[in-house]
């Protein structure tokens, strides 16, 4: 157990709809990462948060969206949902600001997202 | 721009045998490298780590990786494969951004 909790661990919806995936990262760690795994892209860097602030953004579509609360869950939005959006979306966190320097991001057990 | 490459999509080997997945990063300096590994249904779960120092780094559950600079690799290897060691390996690089990349990963298959 890697003391991050993601849910819901599956989900089912149809295109166009709005879902939000939520995380709640490991106790005391102030950052969060989320990933999107795909068969045909693998595992895709999305967005982090710090303490609440956006720090980086990677591949992240404009129909997608992120923030974290001051008790710092995190939670991911995705709008307009397309048969593309289907995949495994991870949550991960890390104590640090800057993860490559802990060496270690400690990563939920991820939620499926099926777009019908 | 730091990327990594897994050549092998698939490996499989039988149990016992020794193992050895390839990773091959690319990035302007040294970087920071790790191995992680995801079971069926189950979130990534940090192996090893490199950082500096001896190129040789040991891991949990008997994994260990020898960083090469000569060859931009960063190979991982178990000696004997026991049948819960079948799951999917991912090597990641750490750069300029401190945000890992990974790979596509390797799907190890053993065989009884």
């Known amino acids: 157990d890697s003391g991050v909790t993601q849910t819901p661990k599956h989900l089912i919806t149809a295109t166009g709809q709005r879902v939000t995936l939520r995380c709640s990262p490991r106790?005391?760690?102030?950052?969060v990462y989320w990933y999107q795994q795909s068969l045909d892209q693998g595992l895709q860097f999305l967005i982090q948060?710090?303490?609440?602030?956006?720090?980086a953004k990677g591949n992240i579509l404009e129909r997608f969206s992120a923030q974290q609360f001051p008790d710092l869950h995190s939670e991911l939005n995705l709008s307009s949902l397309e048969l593309g959006d289907s995949a495994l979306y991870f949550c991960?966190?890390?104590?640090?600001?800057?993860?490559?320097?802990?060496?270690?991001?400690?990563f939920g057990e991820g939620s499926r997202l099926t777009v019908l | 721009a730091q990327s990594v490459t897994q050549p092998d999509i698939h490996i499989t080997v039988s149990e016992g045998a020794s193992l050895e997945l390839r990773c091959n990063y690319s990035?302007?300096?040294?970087?920071?490298l790790f191995w992680y590994v995801q079971s069926p249904g189950q979130g990534l779960q940090l192996l090893l780590k490199?950082?500096?120092?001896?190129?040789l780094v040991q891991g949990i559950k008997g994994f260990e990786a020898e960083f090469k600079r000569s060859q931009s690799s960063f190979n991982l290897r178990k000696p004997s494969v026991h049948w819960s060691d079948a799951a999917e390996y991912f090597c990641?690089?750490?750069?300029?951004?401190?945000?890992?990349?990974f790979g596509r990963g390797t799907s190890l298959i053993v065989h009884p």
């Open positions: 991960a966190s890390s104590a640090k600001l800057l993860a490559g320097h802990t060496g270690e991001l400690f």
């Open positions: 106790s005391g760690d102030l950052s």
């Open positions: 948060y710090y303490n609440g602030e956006e720090r």
């Open positions: 990035y302007g300096a040294t970087p920071y």
């Open positions: 490199y950082f500096s120092g001896d190129t």
């Open positions: 990641a690089i750490s750069g300029g951004s401190y945000i890992p990349t």
